[in-house]
């Protein structure tokens, strides 16, 4: 009817909907179910996936101006003059993450009342919650909670009714709000947090002294170890920064970025953004500067490594920042995995790669980065052991694990994207073919389901599927238990098992997961070996026709060219000890160069 009015549902919490006339905002809506009919869902703005690629360029522009302005606005606030170089390490990531994750919630709403201008209410929950981060960890925890994203929603149409762009009313419903920030201290983790505390009150100066940081380098404890011992160090534990002070809800208010706003998304975000800031950068930054400087870590190494520290890791990049800034420090940074070097944009990898002096690949080259050196698989995984054997009987079907609210962007992104992508997950089940396997093949989800209702949805759908959750056996367990491994997206794991030789086979659509254009012609070569699919029927014609000849195809000479020729570029495996041998030379070179 022309004056039927709608009310606007932003997530998946079931308090929010139960009229008849609820409008979805998209697929993450849904607890029962991935996709719903879309004559009552919203269409997904960066289902255009041409769209997300300008949005990406926009707003990496727009995070480089109010990187400048933060700049400014921290140093005043602190009282310190560091580069902006220094605020991209220390606070880069979440400026992204905050950045990334109102702007799609931003888009959403636009498109909302695009195809639906007689919404005029959604429903709020209402409770005396405060927006307060102790960190970037808590933040990110914080953008996967259902009721963090319907207030986040609230803010925003709040925003747009304020200045007259919507009419809209709020249907208040009193909840208690239960927001996933962090883990509680249990027991054990105590115990730790205190023999770390003796360990360092004892070995305080050695550390403090030496000269190489090697810090979550994702090679393993026991390898961090022999690195160390190599350059004559001892390795080094840096416990939690936990003495965080309130929230100055005032002076938060009284700030405000120097921002040339060109748009009313711009306005909104300078509008909101210090009332997101984590503590650690504004009431707790002081105290986090004393506690860095009392504590076991390198004062004035030459060279820092590390792999994973940069993510939710305040203290580290506050310390990184620092000796780069001060003492003129090293940084060398090495891929941790996922699909750098071959998705056709990604934040992440850009990122790392400019803060870094030396950036290590596993494998791929960038001829716009002289910095960026081929280098090989990081983590430990030479210990794997398995058998090929001629017959596919155990196999197992691993799935991606993403947050239903995104919020860093490349060119994988979307929320609708990951809705589509489990759907796809599931029809690969419903498949006749699939009786190939005897139901002797397992679905492996992470054991974090970011909001998912996978479980209950899998078992509905596919009740005699079986299920089970990263936590249940180890990655080696897999390879040694498995005649088949099966990746349902481009990414670590699929890597790893190339790297190593495991049989296994990729399932992944392009055109929801963009390649770079050098890229698509070594997937296309594993398309020509049997390897990549774009379709689950075409996967499972391939698996049908080697269901007892495994070692007939994964070992034919063309198909063994093809994994060498792609190893070579992103997957290069090479021995531990090769691996500490390239290190202690790389590492070396960058003394080297800083006592020159």
Do not use: M
């Given at each position: 009817m022309k004056n039927e009015t709608y009310t606007l549902v932003t997530t998946n919490i079931d308090i929010l909907q139960n009229d008849k006339n609820d409008i979805f905002l998209g697929n993450w809506c849904f607890n029962q179910k991935y996709v719903g009919s879309n004559n009552n869902v919203i269409s997904y703005h960066w289902d255009d996936r041409e769209k997300l690629r300008k949005d990406y360029y926009y707003l990496d522009t727009l995070y480089e101006e109010i990187l400048v302005a933060i700049s400014i606005k921290l140093n005043n606030y602190h009282g310190v003059n560091y580069s902006k170089n220094y605020?991209?390490?220390?606070?880069?990531?979440?400026?992204?993450l905050f950045i990334g994750t109102m702007y799609e919630k931003w888009e959403n709403i636009n498109q909302a009342f695009k195809e639906k201008p007689n919404i005029n209410s959604t429903k709020v929950l209402k409770d005396n919650y405060q927006h307060s981060y102790e960190d970037t960890h808590e933040f990110l925890n914080a953008t996967s909670s259902s009721e963090w994203n319907n207030l986040i929603y609230y803010d925003i149409l709040f925003f747009l009714k304020k200045t007259k762009k919507i009419n809209i009313n709020f249907l208040f419903i009193n909840k208690k709000l239960n927001i996933y920030?962090?883990?509680?201290?249990?027991?054990?983790?105590?115990?730790?947090?205190?023999?770390?505390?003796?360990?360092?009150?004892?070995?305080?100066?050695?550390?403090?002294?030496?000269?190489?940081?090697?810090?979550?380098?994702?090679?393993?404890?026991?390898?961090?170890?022999?690195?160390?011992?190599?350059?004559?160090?001892?390795?080094?534990?840096?416990n939690k920064f936990d003495k965080f002070t309130g929230i100055n809800i005032e002076e938060r208010k009284k700030n405000k970025l120097l921002l040339k706003e060109k748009n009313d998304?711009?306005?909104?975000?300078?509008?909101?953004?210090?009332?997101?800031?984590?503590?650690?950068?504004?009431?707790?930054?002081?105290?986090?500067?004393?506690?860095i400087s009392n504590s076991a870590i390198p004062k004035s190494p030459k060279v820092i490594f590390s792999t994973t520290g940069i993510y939710s890791d305040d203290i580290f990049t506050r310390v990184c920042a620092n000796q780069k800034e001060i003492e003129g420090t090293s940084f060398i940074y090495s891929q941790h995995g996922g699909a750098y070097g071959q998705i056709k944009f990604s934040w992440a990898e850009e990122h790392e790669i400019k803060i870094a002096d030396s950036?290590?690949?596993?494998?791929?080259?960038?001829?716009?980065?002289?910095?960026?050196?081929?280098?090989?698989?990081?983590?430990?995984?030479?210990?794997f052991k398995f058998k090929v054997s001629n017959e596919i009987t155990n196999t197992t079907y691993f799935i991606r694990s993403r947050s239903k609210f995104p919020s860093r962007i490349d060119s994988s992104t979307g929320a609708n994207t990951m809705c589509k992508y489990y759907e796809n997950c599931l029809n690969f089940f419903k498949n006749p073919l699939i009786e190939i396997f005897n139901n002797k093949i397992k679905v492996r989800f992470h054991e974090r389901n970011f909001g998912w209702n996978h479980e209950e949805i899998w078992n509905k759908e596919l009740p005699n599927i079986n299920l089970s959750k990263s936590s249940d056996e180890t990655l080696a367990d897999v390879y040694k238990q498995n005649d088949l491994i099966i990746y349902s997206y481009i990414g670590t794991g699929f890597l790893e098992s190339l790297a190593l030789d495991k049989p296994n086979i990729l399932i992944?659509?392009?055109?929801?997961?963009?390649?770079?254009?050098?890229?698509?012609?070594?997937?296309?070569?594993?398309?020509?070996?049997?390897?990549?699919?774009?379709?689950?029927?075409?996967?499972?014609?391939?698996?049908?026709?080697?269901?007892?000849?495994?070692?007939?195809?994964?070992?034919?000479?063309?198909?063994?060219k093809i994994k060498n020729e792609f190893k070579t570029q992103f997957a290069n495996l090479i021995s531990e000890k090769k691996k500490m041998n390239e290190l202690k030379i790389i590492i070396k070179q960058k003394m080297n160069n800083n006592e020159k």
């Open positions: 605020w991209r390490i220390h606070i880069g990531y979440w400026l992204h920030k962090n883990y509680k201290k249990n027991n054990a983790i105590k115990i730790k947090i205190k023999l770390i505390n003796i360990y360092n009150f004892f070995f305080k100066k050695i550390i403090q002294n030496q000269k190489i940081f090697i810090y979550r380098t994702y090679t393993g404890k026991f390898f961090e170890f022999l690195l160390n011992a190599s350059f004559c160090q001892i390795p080094y534990f840096i998304f711009e306005k909104f975000i300078n509008e909101i953004l210090f009332c997101h800031i984590p503590k650690c950068y504004f009431e707790n930054f002081k105290n986090i500067g004393k506690f950036y290590l690949t596993w494998g791929w080259k960038n001829g716009c980065y002289s910095k960026i050196k081929p280098f090989s698989v990081i983590k430990k995984i030479n210990n992944s659509k392009l055109n929801e997961w963009p390649l770079k254009k050098d890229v698509i012609y070594y997937f296309n070569k594993l398309k020509d070996a049997g390897i990549f699919f774009e379709t689950n029927e075409e996967a499972l014609i391939h698996l049908k026709k080697y269901r007892y000849s495994l070692k007939e195809w994964w070992y034919n000479p063309e198909v063994v």
